[in-house]
Structure formats: structure tokens, C-alpha cells
């Protein structure tokens, strides 16, 4: 057996490097253009920039993924998640700016562009524009894929006042 072999050094090295082989540290991204949260857990979507060279991509301008288990595993949205739910539906796009919604709700317009030099999702609502930072769906119970509403949350883009607005389906 090859630990029969091994110094008790050479094993304790042998360890380490096979643990940190299995353990990667995650990086997410501090600036996100927002999230989306559930009341069933605390897993939640990134939505993030998506450029090409430079520019927003006109394909695909945002980049959306799970982040699980208390910020200690990300997931690529499942091929429901991406059609049903939390996926991104581009409705036009250009070099510097695109309107999206998500999948779930196509009655909510998106416009990501830059603002103050960064990166922002913004939702037009009762006359207002608001930067989202994020949006938070309350889910009828923990196993029910039925929403109440979803409260999204973000800063009024002319007054810099934070503001939620809810949407109930």
C-alpha cells in the first residue's frame, strides 16, 4: 500500500494537496447589475454583465447563475430555470446598451446600460426609473412554485432615493 511507503511528512503533504484539490475557494463577483432572491431558501440568481470585447453583448448582455448553500457553491441555471423562470429574454440590443425581461414575466422591461460609470438593470415603474439591485420573489409556501409577489427593490434614478415597488401576479 503506498501510505505503508510514505513518512508521516510525506503523507501530511500528500493530504494538504489532495484537500486543497477538492476545496476551491469561489469567487463571486462583489457588482452584480442585481439579484433575484426567494423566501423558500438562500440561494439566489446573479445577474451580471456579459461584454465582449469591450462592449455588452448583444446575444446574451447579461450572465445569470445560482449561488447556493450560503455563498459556497455557483450553478449555471438548469435549462426550466433559464425557459420558465429566471432566464433572460433579449428584446433588442446594441453596442452600449438592451432591453431584456426575464422569462417570468415578460410585462417587466429592462434597460441594461451604464450609469455613473457602471454597469445597471433599470425598470421603469408608476413613472419612476429605478436601478434594481434587486428583486425578491415571497413564494406561496416552501414547496410551491406559485408566487405572491415580487418586491423589487432598487434606487430612484432622478431623486437617488431608495425605493421598492411590488409586483403582484
Known amino acids: ?98 432591453l431584456v425581461h426575464l422569462t417570468a414575466y415578460k410585462d417587466l422591461s429592462i434597460r441594461i446600460c451604464k450609469h455613473k460609470g457602471k454597469w445597471v438593470g433599470i425598470v421603469k415603474m408608476h413613472g419612476r426609473e429605478l436601478v434594481i439591485q434587486k428583486m425578491y420573489a415571497q413564494m406561496k409556501s416552501s414547496l410551491s412554485v406559485k408566487c405572491e409577489y415580487v418586491e423589487i427593490y432598487g434606487t430612484d434614478i432622478t431623486t437617488g432615493e431608495k425605493r421598492s415597488e411590488r409586483i403582484t401576479p
Open 1 to 98: 500500500m503506498i501510505f505503508n511507503t510514505l513518512s508521516t511528512r510525506q503523507l501530511i503533504s500528500f493530504l494538504l494537496a489532495l484537500f486543497c484539490l477538492t476545496v476551491q475557494a469561489i469567487t463571486i463577483p462583489k457588482e452584480h447589475v442585481f439579484v433575484f432572491e426567494r423566501s423558500t431558501n438562500t440561494n439566489y440568481v446573479c445577474y451580471d454583465i456579459n461584454l465582449e470585447n469591450g462592449s455588452l453583448s448583444q446575444k446574451q448582455p447579461l450572465n445569470a447563475y445560482w449561488v447556493l448553500g450560503d455563498e459556497t457553491r455557483i450553478e449555471g441555471l438548469t435549462f426550466l430555470d433559464r425557459k420558465m423562470a429566471y432566464g433572460i429574454k433579449v428584446i433588442s440590443a446594441e453596442k452600449n446598451e438592451a
